[in-house]
């Protein structure tokens, strides 16, 4: 299971950081991700980090405002966010890699989290 | 980048009825890296199809995915009232992850 938090409202220009625990499966043996959805709109990949923690990478979007980090030892993924832009707004679901034998540049996202709603706005 | 479309953007069907689902990529996928998910009104994605033709647990065999290189297909067999929902094709080929526009399918 996983359960995201920490969204809400902000300002343009303000931070987030966004949290998801996860239980029932081991968490340091799977691939990560961040996945978001905007009023109305399609799914848009956010970030992905490695089952260590030591690899991620993220969307042009996300690049220089965004971190992706993981607490092992917790069960947890954040997701840090900064100079947070109108457009941002959005569903944020965290998801699980589908397999852990896959490089996790290369897995599918399952299950998906209920989400948190991140609502940038004056 | 690659490039997602899926067609057609709506699909207006009936119970009982087959759907075929298409989706394209800019370029061609060189693994079969490829998935389909359902999306129902307020709820999150939920995974039908990985690996472009393998069901994942749990989804009745009513639905299959096929395809490779660029065209992919998802096909409902015979639609329940439960399937009519935003459908999105999604490649993990290569980062960035990109998802298509989504199909609706709807009554």
């Known amino acids: 299971q996983l359960l995201e938090s920490g969204g809400g409202l902000v300002q343009p220009g303000g931070s987030l950081r966004l949290s998801c625990a996860a239980s029932?499966?081991?968490?340091?043996?799977?691939?990560m991700y961040w996945v978001r959805q905007g009023p109305g709109k399609g799914l848009e990949w956010v970030s992905a980090?490695?089952?260590?923690?030591?690899?991620?990478d993220l969307a042009d979007s996300a690049k220089g405002r965004f971190t992706m980090s993981r607490d092992n030892s917790r069960n947890t993924l954040y997701l840090e966010m900064n100079n947070l832009r109108v457009d941002d707004t959005a569903i944020y679901y965290c998801?699980?890699?589908?397999?852990?034998?896959?490089?996790?540049?290369?897995?599918?996202?399952?299950?998906w989290g209920p989400g948190t709603l991140v609502t940038v706005s004056s | 980048e690659i490039v997602l479309t899926q067609s057609p953007a709506t699909l207006s069907l009936s119970p009982g009825d087959r759907a075929t689902l298409s989706c394209r990529a800019s370029?061609?996928?060189?693994?079969?890296?490829f998935a389909w998910y359902q999306q129902k009104t307020g709820q999150s994605p939920r995974l039908l199809i990985y690996g472009a033709s393998k069901r994942a647990a749990g989804i009745p065999d009513r639905f299959s995915g096929s395809g490779s290189g660029t065209d992919f297909t998802l096909t409902i067999s015979r639609l329940e009232s439960e399937d009519f929902a935003v459908y999105y094709c999604l490649q993990y080929v290569t980062s960035p992850y990109s998802f298509g526009q989504g199909t609706n399918v709807e009554i």
């Open positions: 029932g499966f081991t968490f340091s043996s799977y691939g």
């Open positions: 998801a699980k890699g589908g397999s852990s034998g896959y490089y996790f540049l290369n897995n599918y996202f399952d299950p």
């Open positions: 980090i490695s089952p260590s923690g030591t690899q991620s």
């Open positions: 370029q061609s996928l060189s693994n079969t890296y």
